[in-house]
């Protein structure tokens, strides 16, 4: 099995306890998970905008995104031109297509919770 790949929107909603976490969470203990390296910038975005709308929140979003480090995520270096090129095809970011790109280039599941991304993971 060529392993899964976690987009930023499905690992913040298990990493923060999101509603959708537990489900995600679950994808996620069944193999090999991969992304790529933007992926611990994104996650420390999401950190940052939720301490920002919950300041009351701060040590218990920071100590969840302390744990990103030990979790077994394997860290995929993306070509940028050809995630430009699929970013352009697809309508997507090119941090979204990033995923997208790896996830086609493995054979691999996307795991996400983006629907637009979802979409053209699907196409």
Do not use: N
Request: hydrophobic share 45%; with cysteine.
């Amino acid at each position: 099995m060529p392993g899964k790949v976690i987009d930023a929107s499905a690992l913040a909603a298990a990493l923060f306890s999101e509603p959708a976490g537990a489900d995600v969470s679950k994808r996620m203990s069944e193999g090999p998970i991969l992304a790529p390296t933007l992926l611990r910038y994104e996650m420390g975005s999401v950190c940052l905008k939720k301490i920002r709308r919950h300041p009351e929140q701060r040590t218990a979003l920071m100590e969840a995104l302390a744990l990103l480090p030990r979790l077994d995520i394997q860290e995929v270096e993306i070509p940028t031109v050809e995630s430009t090129e699929l970013a352009e095809r697809e309508g997507l970011t090119v941090y979204d297509a990033a995923y997208l790109w790896l996830a086609r280039s493995l054979g691999a599941e996307l795991v996400t919770l983006d629907t637009r991304l979802e979409a053209a993971a699907t196409r």
